[in-house]
């Protein structure tokens, strides 16, 4: 089962160095993990997404390809890692990191592909009760390439410039805490390459 075995877990070892890096990191607090997953188990769950079905998603603020809530497939793959992101165990050591309370009864996840010229312009991710945003990166980006995740500096509620950048790395996991001011884009992609990722919000606890 994932929720016994997919966790690296050497990283319940290192919480108070994750912690004390999470709150000195800018912008805003976040976190970059490397080797998050076991490589063979991650290995299934990017075989999982070759199954899934991929949506156009295209407006003005965006354009990339993503599967629906993988929260609702059928594939044991999947149902597995929804388990894994409600579990005690990922859910512990989100919280001991961010200090935030979070739900085990609810988190939204999916897959996407952003490929040459897809985008996603500045925004906030604020909406009800999402309370950490998260994405598990399935693939390697050279910055020149594009499809970086970039943390934008504020001033009086607003984005100003970009002060960060996230390279996608594979088997790696960067989250942040949902606020009115974690303003953040993925740079456009360049060329034929992939940004390949599993996407989605924990959420605050009701409790």
Not at 20 to 41: G, V
Not at 104 to 113: A, E, M, S, Y
Not at 116 to 122: A, E, F, P, S, W
Request: aromatic content about 14%.
């Amino acid at each position: 089962m994932f929720v016994n075995d997919l966790f690296n877990p050497s990283h319940k070892l290192k919480v108070d160095e994750y912690q004390e890096e999470y709150k000195q990191n800018s912008p805003f607090p976040h976190l970059a993990i490397d080797e998050f997953f076991i490589e063979e188990k991650l290995d299934e769950v990017i075989s999982a997404l070759e199954d899934e079905e991929f949506f156009l998603k295209e407006a003005d603020l965006f354009q990339f390809i993503q599967t629906s809530d993988l929260s609702e497939s059928s594939n044991p793959i999947f149902r597995e890692f929804v388990s894994f992101l409600l579990s005690e165990e990922f859910q512990s050591f989100i919280e001991a990191i961010t200090s935030c309370k979070l739900s085990r009864k609810k988190v939204d996840v999916t897959g996407n592909i952003y490929s040459d010229t897809d985008y996603l312009i500045c925004h906030d991710d604020k909406l009800p009760e999402r309370k950490i945003a998260f994405i598990f990166y399935l693939t390697d980006l050279k910055e020149k390439i594009g499809g970086s995740l970039n943390l934008f500096e504020s001033e009086h509620s607003y984005p100003t410039i970009v002060t960060k950048k996230i390279i996608p790395r594979y088997n790696r996991l960067m989250f942040f805490e949902v606020t009115p001011t974690s303003f953040h884009e993925v740079e456009e992609v360049v060329g034929e390459y992939f940004r390949v990722s599993l996407t989605g919000w924990l959420y605050e606890s009701d409790e």
